[in-house]
């Protein structure tokens, strides 16, 4: 018998670059065998936690048999299987341009069912409970036999002695300075009627204008409490040092205003796309860390003396004078169809492309990061810049921490960043389900 931990324990299917195994990890998870069969994602994971995953494999999970993985592991002794598969034709973006293209429908797409490949290896492994993410648009999909999609993977899963409900969830309400939302599939063999993700939430609206004010860190070395409104509340320190505490998490005496786009980027050096000053990129910090979140993803403690974390993939892509100009005119948090800017702007045909330009608002969690980010960033302009986010931005508004390196090209990491699960999203709800569905294990 292959498993000796006394972690609880899970695989991650579908992995990606790693961010549901960095919030099972961070929940106290042991993730015993991760997989994906996107080669760069693949590398990405093993650059971060190679070392901390018994085994990850770049594999096709359609065509790969369960039983030749972990084969000492005898079902029903991992706690967990987990995973979000590739979702484009659930997406509202994915089916329209799934439809111009040969006439073909999001139904018969074979990423479409990938979700059976996911259901295939629960059934081997017979985990406690499962977590199986994707996209809103699920809800509303259908399959190529007609069935509301939902229902339909909900149906599979009782047919192989599983009871999952749905829950729809937004990454805002748990720490992540983005709003996103996204459907997990929670369940066990007896159900799982107990689990309430609503009480685990941990931020919310800000309820008055105060509360996007900058509440910086007190340490020696970081700023002065002031009312610059470039910066909005993450929480004070007792609220930060209790991110550990699951009794906290699972029972809020209050919630937190939203983290920012401010409260996560804006203590990065300047960029320019082209020019000496601000470089095309930077490589080292220019200033301390000012919010609290900030200080959280450069793994800083008030006591550490260690060497600080290199500061990674924060680069600047190009841009045309057009754009450069178009980022320039927008104002905070405001966005343009591409179809309604000016003929005499118009870098598009607004016919054929549905892009947005949009800038993201300093004092709110940013818009969703979309994998489409590795295409072009005018949907995810810098709030203070006229450029788009770089890189390592887009994986703080992720909530990846700096020590995350994504060690291939600047375009697919952009693309594994916004496929990515939030490692904070993922990290409180399996805290909850390691309270709720496997605390009598």
């Known amino acids: 018998m292959a498993v000796t931990t006394n972690s609880p324990t899970a695989i991650d299917l579908f992995c990606g670059g790693g961010g549901i195994s960095l919030g099972l990890q961070a929940a106290g998870f042991d993730v015993l065998w991760a997989a994906d069969s996107d080669a760069d994602a693949v590398a990405t994971y093993r650059t971060n936690l190679g070392e901390t995953t018994e085994t990850v494999e770049q594999a096709d999970l359609s065509e790969t048999g369960p039983e030749s993985v972990l084969p000492t592991v005898d079902p029903g002794e991992i706690d967990l299987v987990a995973g979000g598969p590739p979702c484009p034709t659930f997406s509202m973006m994915g089916r329209s341009k799934l439809q111009s293209v040969d006439g073909r429908s999001a139904a018969s797409d074979e990423r479409h069912s990938l979700y059976q490949d996911f259901i295939r290896f629960v059934d081997h492994f017979q985990p406690t409970a499962v977590a199986m993410e994707n996209v809103p648009g699920m809800l509303s999909a259908k399959t190529a036999d007609g069935e509301q999609a939902a229902r339909a993977i909900r149906r599979e899963f009782a047919a192989i002695g599983y009871e999952v409900d749905v829950f729809e969830v937004d990454a805002a309400d748990y720490g992540v300075p983005q709003h996103r939302n996204r459907v997990f599939f929670i369940g066990t063999q007896s159900g799982a009627r107990d689990l309430d993700l609503d009480a685990w939430r941990t931020h919310r609206e800000p309820e008055s204008d105060s509360e996007s004010m900058m509440r910086v860190r007190q340490e020696p070395d970081a700023f002065s409490p002031s009312d610059q409104a470039t910066l909005a509340t993450f929480g004070d320190e007792e609220a930060a040092e209790d991110r550990d505490d699951e009794s906290s998490l699972s029972h809020p005496s209050y919630r937190q205003p939203y983290v920012t786009v401010a409260d996560a980027i804006l203590d990065l050096p300047p960029l320019s796309p082209k020019g000496e000053k601000p470089p095309v990129k930077a490589e080292e910090y220019t200033i301390p860390a000012v919010s609290p979140y900030q200080e959280w993803a450069r793994d800083l403690e008030a006591d550490d003396d260690s060497e600080p974390t290199p500061l990674t993939n924060h680069e600047a892509r190009e841009h045309n004078l057009l754009d450069l100009t178009i980022y320039k005119l927008l104002g905070e948090g405001v966005g343009w169809n591409i179809g309604d800017v000016s003929t005499d702007l118009q870098p598009y045909r607004g016919d054929v492309f549905l892009d947005k330009y949009k800038k993201q608002h300093p004092r709110k969690p940013a818009s969703t990061i979309l994998a489409h980010i590795h295409k072009d960033g005018h949907m995810f302009i810098h709030p203070r810049e006229a450029r788009s986010l770089s890189v390592r931005e887009a994986a703080r ?43 009598s294990e």
């Not at 990491?413 to 909850?432: D, F, H, Q, S």
């Open 397 to 439: 508004l992720q909530g990846f921490k700096d020590s995350f390196e994504f060690p291939v090209s600047r375009t697919q990491a952009y693309k594994i960043v916004g496929n990515a699960v939030p490692p904070l999203l993922m990290e409180t709800i399996a805290r909850a389900i390691r309270a709720e569905l496997l605390s």
